[in-house]
């Protein structure tokens, strides 16, 4: 069972997640809160992923996951925005969130998400991601970042892709045939190469170079 906490400043859209998440039969919503009180209760429930609001009035998203990440037991984090462009995005992937998600997410796809994180996948919302990465500072990838990416294997480009798209090692693994030890190897090297410290922050590059746009044409193809 996959544990999770809401934390929004509004009732409404904590009891709309709780209850879509709540209709999956692995997922189970153990607490919901507003910002002042997202620490403790993560701390008393100890759930495996927090779906955490980026804009609150009372306690900004940006204090709250600081706050998470100085936790013995650090929970996966996603921040919920209703914006396709937010500022603060950027600075919580880059505080260790392990992606992001407009709250209009088709309740559908919202339980499938909430796996994707709790693997250890990259959620980010790809209409807003796109948005964010057009008004991201310095624009597309500069030439140092796009000479990183050039330097990977052949192989580490396609890892490289698919944890882009969200994949877990689990799920790499299982769609290019390789042991998930082997990818989590891939994946370290990648790290390594791109001078990153997290998958996110990996993911997000594989997007300024290009390299989601040149896999739907292959796909296409």
């Known amino acids: 069972m996959i ?13 709309g997640f709780e209850l879509i998440l709540n209709s999956a039969d692995d997922i189970q919503v153990v607490a919901t809160a507003a910002g002042a009180e997202a620490v403790a209760a993560v701390r008393r429930e100890n759930p495996d992923v927090v779906l955490l609001d980026i804009r609150m009035p009372d306690v900004d998203g940006l204090t709250v996951l600081a706050g998470l990440r100085a936790l013995p037991v650090v929970p996966v984090v ?5 914006f396709d ?29 909430v796996r994707t994180l709790a693997a250890g996948g990259v959620v980010l919302s790809p209409r807003a991601s796109r948005a964010v990465l057009r008004e991201r500072p310095g624009g597309p990838a500069d030439t140092e970042e796009a000479t990183r990416v050039h330097r990977l294997t052949d192989r580490e480009r396609e890892v490289l892709t698919l944890v882009a798209e969200g994949l877990s090692n689990a799920d790499i693994g299982a769609r290019i045939h390789l042991s998930v030890g082997t990818v989590k190897d891939h994946v370290s090297a990648i790290l390594t190469k791109l001078r990153v410290g997290s998958r996110v922050q990996a993911a997000l590059i594989a997007q300024r170079t290009g390299l989601l746009d040149a896999g739907d044409k292959a796909g296409e193809a």
Do not use: C, I, N, W
């Not at 544990?3 to 009891?15: G, H, M, T």
């Not at 996603?78 to 209703?82: F, P």
């Open 3 to 15: 544990r999770v906490v809401v934390v929004d400043d509004e009732a409404l859209v904590r009891s």
């Open 78 to 82: 996603a921040m919920l925005t209703t």
């Open 85 to 113: 462009t937010d500022e603060y995005v950027m600075t919580a992937l880059h505080s260790g969130a392990a992606g992001f998600l407009l709250k209009d997410t088709e309740p559908d796809q919202l339980a499938q998400l």
